[in-house]
Nanobody, 124 residues
Framework: VQLQASGGGLVQAGGSLRLSCAAS????????VGWFRQTPGKEREFVAS????????YYSGSVKGRFAISRDNAKDTVYLQMNSLKPEDTAVYYC??????????????????WGQGTQVTVSS
């Protein structure tokens, strides 16, 4: 199984980025997908997730209303549209796939497959 994240970069506060994560080696449509992020010295934290069947979507309180997760099962790809970016959104973003029970849909323990991470830097 491989998850290849891309789309990170440097953006000014208030700007937008769209992350992509292409999956291979698994039946993508049968997996829930998620995005997590991590900064140095901190634990990896939940950002957004989506069940294998599509909606509903789940978001952390800090990104709700600004970020949107989506998936294209025909392309085996999950996206994270990030708008109104803030300096505190700076982190390495990881995509993940798994079969979490509903109580773990926002928990990294529910996801067994991880991408390599892509750096997002938001300047003030």
């Amino acid at each position: 199984v491989q998850l290849q994240a891309s789309g990170g970069g440097l953006v000014q506060a208030g700007g937008s980025l769209r992350l992509s994560c292409a999956a291979s080696g698994l039946t993508f449509s049968r997996y829930s997908v998620g995005w997590f992020r991590q900064t140095p010295g901190k634990e990896r934290e939940f950002v957004a997730s989506m069940r294998y069947s599509g909606g509903p979507t789940y978001y952390s309180g800090s990104v709700k209303g600004r970020f949107a997760i989506s998936r294209d099962n025909a392309k085996d790809t999950v996206y994270l549209q990030m708008n109104s970016l803030k300096p505190e959104d700076t982190a390495v973003y990881y995509c993940a796939a798994g079969t979490p029970i509903i109580s773990e849909i926002m928990n990294r323990r529910g996801f067994g497959h991880w991408g390599q991470g892509t750096q997002v830097t938001v300047s003030s």
